[in-house]
């Protein structure tokens, strides 16, 4: 079986090798529960402690801000469902129509619940207006959730402007940022926000790990029951292998942004200027300038992402959208919330490079692409009996 060169980096990325040889040590050799008083504890829990520090320092975080989750989707759901709890009298939040499910869902249930449930709409590049938030906001609003960065079109959210608006209305704020860390700066004293989500999976870190960043004083309550684990919010024994190994991959993330930033942006532009001379009528989904570094969306004219992206799955892996979506040929929630048409949401593919991209990959991939498009379009363009 071929290996074709991989794009879909925003659905997950392999772990750093440094990464894994952490892992694999804190899974054979020094696998004590960190809960234990004797020395095998000692020694998780010390490392436990260092991986909370950091994931601060990457995120300008102080180390106690820090909670480990099982993933960034439980970290979403305590972060809603947790503000809820903690704020039962205000009852009501605020959302954007871009979210991913793991906000959204959550967001639904506390509908269902007896709360009120605003859902801000975004404009055609998929960015939310912060007036549309102004609006949104009553009295009662415990929070405002908004994605920092869109896993799909990749369009970047002004997020620390929509926290000043929460702040000064007396609501928590919070960012989905599990497609921004690691491709971009991100800082939650500069953000402003109050809780802030991450997936190590999506910047070469293990799956199975997430964290919630609470800021002191935030009022929280758990949504698990059980032992004082992660500060009383997140009970279970710590999986020290996946902290110690986010832990890392967080220190790798420091060290190399923002060279990191310009290295994708380069290779993804490079990718959309290859593709955009070879497809005539291709169109970039999202927003032009403020979008993450890696993320390429764009439709491509006359023809079907989905069948495109089988035309050359033996050569490049991608994806018509987020992986968490269905398999269906339907229209992406997020191309609907921009206002794209049947036509163009049809068309859309997303691609995503990483670090380990290569220029040849991309020259190749664009070639591919192009081709194929070529010969799907021309036979969509045949009349029926002559197919």
């Not at 074709?4 to 750093?16: E, S």
């Not at 991913?100 to 960015?127: I, K, N």
């Not at 009970?235 to 990191?260: F, H, M, S």
């Not at 269905?326 to 191309?335: E, F, I, N, P, Q």
Request: hydrophobic share 45%; net charge negative.
């Amino acid at each position: 079986m071929n290996t074709p060169i991989y794009l879909d980096y925003n659905a997950t990325t392999p772990v750093a090798p440094e990464v894994a040889v952490t892992i694999r040590h804190w899974l054979e050799e020094d696998f004590g529960n960190p809960s234990s008083s004797h020395v095998y504890g000692r020694r998780a829990a010390q490392a436990v402690l260092q991986a909370r520090t950091e994931v601060g320092a990457l995120l300008g975080a102080q180390t106690e801000e820090i909670v480990f989750t099982g993933s960034a989707t439980e970290a979403n759901n305590l972060a809603l469902l947790g503000v809820a709890r903690a704020l039962p009298a205000q009852r009501h939040i605020v959302v954007s129509a871009v979210e991913h499910p793991a906000v959204m869902q959550p967001a639904l249930h506390l509908r269902e619940l007896g709360w009120g449930v605003s859902v801000v709409p975004v404009d055609g590049a998929g960015r939310v207006a912060v007036a549309a938030v102004a609006a949104a906001l009553r009295p009662d609003t415990a929070l405002v959730s908004v994605m920092l960065a869109n896993n799909e079109v990749g369009t970047l959210q002004p997020i620390a402007e929509i926290a000043a608006l929460a702040r000064a209305n007396g609501s928590l704020m919070h960012t989905d940022a599990a497609q921004a860390a690691g491709k971009l700066p991100v800082d939650v004293a500069a953000l402003g926000v109050d809780l802030l989500t991450l997936a190590f999976h999506k910047f070469y870190g293990p799956k199975g790990i997430g964290t919630l960043y609470v800021r002191h004083g935030t009022p929280l309550k758990p949504i698990l029951f059980g032992a004082e684990q992660e500060h009383g919010l997140r009970p279970g024994t710590e999986n020290v292998a996946l902290i110690v190994g986010a832990g890392e991959t967080a220190r790798l993330a420091r060290e190399r942004l923002p060279g990191a930033t310009q290295h994708l942006a380069d290779l993804r532009d490079e990718l959309h200027r290859r593709l955009a001379a070879a497809v005539p009528g291709l169109m970039l989904n999202g927003h032009p300038e403020y979008r993450l570094p890696n993320t390429l969306h764009v439709s491509f004219p006359g023809v079907s992402g989905r069948e495109l992206l089988a035309a050359v799955a033996d050569e490049i892996a991608a994806s018509v959208g987020s992986a968490c979506h269905s398999a269906a040929d339907t229209v992406s929630g997020v191309l609907a919330a921009m206002g794209c048409d049947a036509a163009r949401a049809r068309g859309a593919v997303r691609l995503s490079v990483g670090l380990a991209t290569s220029a040849e990959e991309v020259a190749h991939a664009s070639s591919a692409l192009a081709e194929a498009w070529s010969k799907l379009s021309k036979c969509y363009a045949m009349p029926r009996s002559s197919r």
